[in-house]
C-alpha cells in the first residue's frame, strides 16, 4: 500500500496516511462512496459543479461537529457548490448527527465499506483506519484547485482558504 508523504498527527503522535497524496492541479480520482440511503455515490455523480470535500475522522466527536456545522453555514450561501462531507462514520450515524443540527445542505457520504475514497486521495490513518482530516476543492472539470491536510488532526481546517479556493472558481 503507498503511503502518503503527508506529515500529520493525531493528539501529537505521527500517524501514517495511507494511499496517493491529493495535490492541487492533479485531475480528480473518481471514487465510490455510501450515501445516507446506502446508495452508492460517487464523485462524477457531481460533475459540472465545482464540489468541496471536508474530510473528517468522525462526525462523534466536537471537531468534526464543529466543521460539518460550518461547512454546512457555507453551503447555505452556495447554490452551485456541492459540499460533499466525507468520513467512515457509518450512514445512520451520519445521518442522525445531521438531523439533530438541522444540517441540510451539506452531502454526507460514508467511506467505511471500501476506503475508496480515502486511499485515492491520500486520507485514511493507517493505525486508526479512520480518515484523517482536510479539505479538497475540485473545480467544474474535476481538476484538484485547493488541498489541505490539517497537520494535527485534533485541529480544525482552513475554512478561510478553502472558501477562497471556491470563491476563485465562481
Known amino acids: 500500500m ?21 495535490e492541487k492541479g492533479d485531475k480528480a480520482p473518481d471514487f465510490a462512496v455510501l450515501s445516507s440511503s446506502l446508495e452508492p455515490v460517487k464523485l462524477s455523480d457531481f460533475d459540472g459543479k465545482i464540489k468541496v470535500l471536508s474530510i473528517y475522522p468522525s ?4 471537531v468534526c461537529a464543529a466543521q460539518n456545522r460550518r461547512f ?5 450561501k452556495l447554490d452551485d457548490v456541492a459540499v ?14 445531521c438531523a439533530a443540527e438541522g444540517l441540510n445542505s451539506i452531502i454526507t457520504l460514508s467511506d467505511h465499506k471500501d476506503l475508496d475514497f480515502g486511499l ?17 476543492v475540485i473545480d467544474k472539470n474535476n481538476t ?19 472558501m477562497k479556493a471556491v470563491k476563485e472558481l465562481r
Open 144 to 162: 484538484i484547485q485547493f488541498v489541505e491536510y490539517v497537520s494535527e488532526v485534533t485541529n480544525e481546517p482552513d475554512y478561510d482558504a478553502a
Open 84 to 97: 460533499l462531507s466525507i468520513s467512515v462514520d457509518l450512514p445512520f450515524a451520519q445521518s442522525r448527527f
Open 72 to 76: 454546512n453555514t457555507e453551503a447555505d
Open 2 to 22: 503507498e503511503k502518503n508523504s503527508s506529515n500529520v498527527t493525531f493528539k501529537g503522535n505521527k500517524v501514517t496516511l495511507l494511499g496517493k497524496k491529493a
Open 59 to 62: 462526525i462523534d466527536t466536537g
Open 120 to 136: 485515492k486521495y491520500g486520507f485514511v490513518i493507517e493505525e486508526l483506519r479512520l480518515l484523517s482530516r482536510g479539505t479538497v
